[in-house]
């Protein structure tokens, strides 16, 4: 039984007077991969911000709860978000790498943690590169801009990008929804080799993708979690009647 | 053909009129000497080398008060300031008002303030009363100029800031940046244009205004450039006033008042061409 990373107790979260989250309480073990489903709205990507508390960014937000990270409370008062969002990386649905070089983008981590050591980079950059799968592409151009890659190319790119300041967790944010089927099998088949070696959770509003790469999956609806399991057994034989009539298509 | 037709037209053949005129008036005494040599025969020959040279040590000592103050706050209102503050909506009240003064009161608020008052105090403070910097000199006109071209700074430093896109702050945050090393490291570079944009377009405006330098610093006439910020100097603007209304003879300096002219104008063509382009170029990569 795989121990727990990262967990939430009671976790509440209002945008102003609108309640997103209501009282979530999950735990998410480590080094296997968690997808969080539901239909537009039911505040999947919202829960998946509290826990880089990647939400902290905007105004008139209001949070209770705990989230703990290893026993941790990240939301404790003397908490670094700065420090704490090296630990839990974060990739986006819409691909964003900075408007400078391949290299500068997957260096740009380590060098805000105050690495400038040259040789150091390399090897960081190209570390990174090849666990994202894409050193190969990009090897012999890795000084031109990022923004000349593809779509699926970019969004390697920033996961290479994340990967170099070496996280525990790694968040992903409906990664594929942007992609072409090639480009997602090929970022498919990259989540299954970080779980080796990362916790990773993604959102996907794409459930035969939870179904193709998770081993755990949670359905949220309306902002709150309605059921959460092995994600076998959410697809073949869930508990509640709303998760059935979601995975079958029947609304959302 | 509407009725805007018939503007567009009529503003076009105003300008090319008036280019050509300018142009037909002043050619013939445009030459390299010209450009490089001094005023002679109480400015009825010569050239107007210090005129340029005096309007261009202007716009550098302008550019380095305004420039860097201009995108500090626009900066802080962009990045720091929230939208509602009372700080803010003080600082674009002010930045708005300040770009709808006449630049003749520019001219009135630097010799009140820059030139009695500050310049007053410092010769109270360190020279013992004694007139050195309580008198119309290149810096207090620089620093007046700098006051007339801070809004444009500010401006298109701003428009800059905003057009780097909110989710490249987002991936560096989610990185582990902090909001400073995110401003240093993604906003200012991604800004950079704008800044350079607001530069030019602020040296333009400053090279041709006359009336914030009437009474802070611009001369009718001198023999030598100006050597430190205590002298005075004289102006291409200004030069083309004085010849038009205060020379020896009007009628003999007309060449040099319209080639004058045309060198000013080529010169805020220029500058302005030069920004639009670059605005244009940063536009079309978002």
């Known amino acids: 039984m795989k121990e727990t990373k990262i967990k939430s107790k009671d ?15 999950l735990d998410i073990p480590e080094k296997q991969v968690t997808a969080f489903i539901g ?18 960014l905007i105004p008139g937000v209001k949070i209770t709860g705990e989230v703990l990270v290893d026993d941790f409370n ?13 630990k839990i990386g974060m990739v986006f649905q819409k691909s964003n790498p900075f408007a400078k070089s391949i290299f500068e983008n997957v260096a740009y981590g380590p060098r805000i943690n105050g690495q400038n050591d040259k040789k150091k980079l390399k090897e960081i950059v190209e570390m990174s590169l090849q666990r994202a799968a894409i050193w190969d592409e990009v090897k012999d151009r890795i000084h031109d801009s990022a923004l000349g890659l593809s779509g699926g190319q970019q969004q390697r790119l920033c996961i290479a990008r994340t990967l170099a300041v070496d996280p525990e967790i790694i968040l992903m944010d409906e990664p594929a929804s942007a992609l072409d089927p090639l480009s997602t099998s090929k970022i498919e088949e990259l989540i299954f080799a970080l779980k080796e070696n990362y916790t990773i959770i993604i959102v996907t509003h794409n459930m035969q993708q939870a179904a193709r790469v998770s081993d ?4 949220f609806y309306l902002g709150e979690l309605i059921e959460y399991g ?20 029947r609304f959302g | 053909m509407g009725a805007t037709g018939l503007s567009v037209v009529l503003i076009i053949a105003v300008i090319v009129l008036m280019l050509v005129i300018i142009i037909i008036g002043g050619k013939n005494q445009l030459s390299w000497e010209f450009l490089t040599s001094f005023p002679k025969d109480g400015m009825t020959k010569g050239g107007i080398f210090p005129a340029i040279y005096g309007t ?31 700080i803010a909506k003080t600082v674009q ?72 896109p909110r989710d490249l702050r987002e991936a560096s945050l989610a990185l582990g940046a902090t909001k400073w090393q995110t401003i240093r490291k993604v906003v200012l570079p991604g800004a950079r244009s704008g800044i350079l944009t607001g530069t030019i377009l602020a040296v333009s405006r400053g090279a041709g205004e006359v009336a914030p330098i009437l009474f802070t610093g611009a001369a009718y006439y001198l023999a030598t450039l100006p050597h430190s910020l205590s002298d005075q100097f004289m102006s291409l603007g200004y030069h083309i006033y004085i010849m038009s209304t205060q020379s020896v003879n009007v009628d003999q300096t007309l060449p040099i008042q319209f080639a004058t002219t045309l060198v000013l104008l080529l010169l805020t063509f220029t500058l302005n061409l030069v920004a639009v382009l670059i605005r244009s170029r940063l536009r079309r990569s978002h």
């Open chain 1, 74 to 86: 990240i939301y404790d008062k003397n908490v670094d978000s700065v420090n704490l969002r090296k």
């Open chain 2, 56 to 86: 261009a040590l202007m716009v550098i000592i302008m550019s380095v008060a305004a420039v860097p103050f201009g995108a500090i706050t626009a900066l802080y209102l962009t990045e720091y300031a929230r939208e509602e503050s009372f």
């Open chain 1, 216 to 219: 755990n999956t949670a359905f």
């Open chain 2, 93 to 164: 009240f002010a930045v708005r008002t300040l770009s709808m003064v006449p630049s003749i009161i520019f001219g009135l608020f630097g010799l009140g303030f820059f030139i009695k008052f500050v310049g007053g105090g410092m010769d109270k403070a360190f020279f013992g009363g004694q007139l050195t910097w309580a008198q119309p000199n290149i810096l207090w006109a620089s620093l007046t100029m700098a006051l007339l071209t801070l809004p444009v700074v500010i401006v298109s430093v701003e428009e800059s800031i905003h057009s780097v």
């Open chain 1, 39 to 56: 239909p537009s709205g039911c505040g999947k990507s919202t829960y998946l911000r509290t826990l880089n508390r990647m939400n902290d």
């Open chain 1, 230 to 249: 092995k994600t076998k057994k959410i697809f073949t034989n869930p508990e509640k009647k709303q998760t059935e009539e979601y995975i079958t298509g």
């Open chain 1, 11 to 25: 976790l509440t979260l209002y945008y102003g007077t609108k309640m997103a989250l209501n009282n979530i309480s």
